[in-house]
């Protein structure tokens, strides 16, 4: 399948996603923020119509598709100005490591819950000594008989307060080599041990951050997601599609602040002609749109090998991909600001706020130093410098 030009499946579900993003849009998603709610009636209604659990499996109430139609629901609901961050955590990481890896029992438990939005799950991998570097996390999983007990603490956790769960990234000893290995455990909410507290951040946006502790946490054997031994591919069957997400919701918002002005560019008028006429206005937006089509292409190309099932093509992809579409939204938010003016900073016409919105995407899941990083090294074959 040619991954420059969508099917028609493809288009007529943006279309039909575009459609449902427009009956929500900014304004529904900043009231809510205000209000320190969450989005529920607009992801009440993705679910209902398929979209949150399109890249499931069809055996357990998804859609049986994949991450290319998954970040397509994102990129789209972005664009209309109401992205949920949510999808990139529940279905996109948490669904699709327990589709790949977990057991019949907790794929029956999990997914067609998150499939039809009643359920959902955050996912915890960032500590506070352990950004980028995975190597260093501490949480620490041990075996006590027939369960396991996690200790440990976490950052930037999105949406644990509304989720049902947090699948859990933590260390095991191998008992051949002595050395610690990452595996992945289901942590309910409401488990003793696992305590939460909100950060306080600059950031507007209904889902909240919080930092977890994991105070000795007795987990039944079960809680374990796949083989204990598969450690680093179950990881990163988790955080490539995270990756490709990202890059949907950056693209998402670029479109969506892009949108708005070019619309303004096109009815302002400080002379005789609308400012869209003067190059310096026109060219720059031309750019940014430019920048943003460019970025979904190799985002595209990153979900079509995840779905195809190659991972080590999709890590690289989906990296680029993260790293195009972060530059290009934070260009496109920065230049329709601009293109504003003083009404860009304004409550009225809802830019300002993505200022800041945008930067998440050059920061998180993992910052654009790392991605060169990886680039140099796995691509270019450079040596490390640590």
């Known amino acids: 399948m040619a991954t420059t030009v969508e099917t028609e499946e493809h288009e007529a579900l943006r279309a039909a996603v575009a459609a449902l993003g427009q009956r929500y849009g900014r304004e529904y998603l900043a009231r809510v923020a205000r209000e320190g709610g969450h989005p529920d009636e607009l992801w009440a209604d993705a679910a209902k119509l398929g979209y949150l659990g399109v890249s499931l499996p069809e055996e357990y ?20 100005g109401c992205p949920l961050l949510m999808m990139v955590v529940s279905p996109a990481i948490c669904g699709t490591v327990i589709s790949r890896f977990g057991t019949d029992a907790q794929k029956q438990a999990w997914l067609p819950g998150l499939a039809d939005g009643s359920r959902t799950m955050a996912f915890g991998i960032t500590e506070p000594d352990a950004g980028s570097n995975s190597h260093r996390i501490t949480t620490t999983a041990r075996r006590d008989g027939d369960t396991w007990v996690l200790s440990g603490r976490k950052v930037f956790i999105s949406g644990v307060d509304i989720a049902d769960a947090t699948l859990i990234v933590g260390r095991t000893e191998d008992a051949r080599t002595g050395s610690l290995k990452p595996c992945l455990f289901i942590v309910p909410r409401d488990t003793p041990g696992f305590s939460r507290s909100v950060i306080d951040m600059e950031l507007h946006a209904a889902e909240k951050q919080f930092e977890l502790v994991l105070d000795e946490v007795r987990l039944p054997a079960e809680a374990l997601v796949g083989d204990e031994d598969a450690g680093l591919l179950q990881l990163f069957a988790g955080l490539n599609p995270e990756r490709i997400m990202t890059a949907a919701f950056a693209i998402g918002m670029g479109r969506y602040a892009l949108a708005k002005a070019v619309d ?118 450079l040596p490390k410098s640590y």
């Open 61 to 80: 109430g998804g859609g049986g598709g994949g991450i290319a139609e998954l970040s397509i629901v994102l990129e789209e609901l972005g664009a209309a």
């Open 264 to 381: 303004y560019a096109k009815t302002r008028q400080v002379w005789k002609e609308a400012i869209g006429t003067h190059q310096a206005i026109a060219h720059p937006l031309a750019a940014a749109h430019i920048e943003l089509e460019l970025a979904r292409l190799m985002m595209q190309k990153a979900a079509h090998l995840y779905d195809a099932g190659d991972d080590m093509g999709a890590g690289e992809a989906a990296n680029m991909a993260k790293y195009a579409a972060a530059e290009a939204c934070v260009k496109a938010v920065d230049q329709s600001v601009h293109t504003l003016g003083g009404n860009g900073l304004t409550r009225e016409y809802g830019l300002a706020a993505l200022i800041t919105a945008s930067r998440v995407s050059r920061i998180a899941p993992v910052s654009r130093e790392m991605i060169l990083n990886f680039v140099s090294h796995q691509t270019l074959g």
